[in-house]
């Protein structure tokens, strides 16, 4: 049974990554449609984060009155919905609507799971379910490529995965009492949440959140930018730049494949040190002037250090916190995390548009300089506050 309930969780991390990166591969036609400027996507996607940061910040809550599962059944039932009505909508204002219940389900379902794996399995299941995620993330804008390629509107990709996450909804409601029984036997608390100002009161607590926010904007500002870095400073054609910033994930999933099986010898904390040591090699790399070469093996070897480092902050959060509290701290993380996500990267647009691109490496090294930081601190400050640990 407790197999079984495992290979529920990893299919629902795929299907957490599934709809995370189909706005960006389906907007190229969807905005024609919709007769909008293309910068009207960072509207539907600022929607979504500020539904995703809610969430999260209530996860603690519903999870303590509902339980995991449930929230996770429904949390993927409302990100179905949501998909079903970008498939059906036809105005722009329609989209905005539908992007409220997808923030929502985003954020609870990814606090939940996060946290009960958290508490219930070893590291080494962390670094692989977020490498499933990775595995859904590229799945997604795969089936939106069939659709087009084959003649069918944008929407028959958005139904497909629609209708996929319907069949997992249906699943997760029929493996509930897996759930309710793993929980009941690890003793579960239902005791009253914490605030958010006691949150904060924690030891260590702000030191996670700024490691977490510090991370987050780092991955998503490589995700965003290598591109324009490659062709607007290293002087590379756009389409083959293209491709060389896709490498910055595949060294993350492969990364976290990887992951999975250093964390049986090694730490979680041992492992954040390796992947900021990786990252910050990755960083110098493209540094260096030269070849072109040395750039894009530094973006791949940056993917590779980000690997370990969300997994391990997450799955060393009960540790460093207390069971009763790792769901309350994850959900807040999680909140760091797009808050990161939102602000940091569009900074940098800025910079490269007043300043220059050029200044990519620094940045990331700046985020990477404040991640490091905030991650000694929460170690220092959790190990002198060793009872609550």
């Known amino acids: 049974m407790v197999h079984l309930l495992l290979a529920v969780i990893y299919l629902s991390f795929i299907s957490l990554g599934l709809p995370d990166s189909l706005l960006g591969s389906a907007w190229p036609s969807m905005y024609v449609e919709f007769g909008v400027p293309v910068s009207y996507a960072g509207m539907l996607s600022m929607i979504v984060a500020a539904g995703t940061i809610l969430s999260s910040l209530q996860s603690d809550r519903l999870t303590r009155k509902f339980g995991a599962g449930l929230i996770t059944a429904v949390s993927v039932g409302m990100t179905a919905a949501a998909l079903l009505g970008f498939s059906v909508s036809h105005s722009f204002w329609m989209l905005c609507l539908w992007a409220v219940p997808y923030g929502l389900g985003a954020g609870s379902v990814d606090a939940a799971l996060n946290n009960y794996v958290a508490l219930h399995y070893a590291s080494r299941h962390m670094s692989w379910l977020h490498c499933m995620w990775g595995l859904g993330a590229s799945v997604g804008p795969t089936i939106i490529s069939w659709a087009l390629t084959g003649g069918a509107p944008w929407n028959a990709g958005y139904r497909t995965i629609a209708l996929l996450q319907i069949g997992l909804t249906a699943i997760l409601l029929l493996s509930l009492p897996l759930w309710q029984k793993r929980g009941a036997q690890s003793g579960e608390a239902r005791s009253e949440p914490p605030t958010l100002r006691q949150i904060f009161a924690i030891p260590g607590a702000k030191a996670v959140f700024i490691t977490f926010f510090c991370y987050c904007a780092l991955e998503q500002t490589a995700i965003l930018w290598a591109s324009s870095y490659f062709a607007l400073h290293q002087g590379i054609p756009a389409e083959t730049a293209a491709g060389y910033a896709s490498l910055f994930c595949i060294g993350i999933t492969v990364g976290r494949a990887i992951s999975g099986f250093l964390t049986i010898k090694l730490s979680d904390s041992r492992m954040i040190r390796l992947g900021q040591g990786i990252i910050a090699a990755g960083i110098v790399l493209i540094l260096l002037p030269g070849d072109h070469r040395l750039a894009v093996a530094g973006l791949v070897l940056t993917g590779l250090g980000c690997a370990p480092i969300y997994p ?42 007043h300043i220059r691109i050029g200044l990519f490496p620094v940045y990331l090294l700046a985020l990477l300089a404040g991640m490091i930081f905030a991650h000694e601190a929460l170690l220092r400050k959790t190990r002198s506050a060793a009872p609550h640990a």
């Open 312 to 353: 391990c902050i997450i799955h060393s959060t009960p540790a460093h916190f207390g069971a009763e509290r790792s769901q309350a701290l994850i959900g807040v993380q999680m909140a760091s995390a797009y808050v990161g996500t939102c602000v940091m990267p569009p900074i940098f647009g800025l910079i490269a548009n």
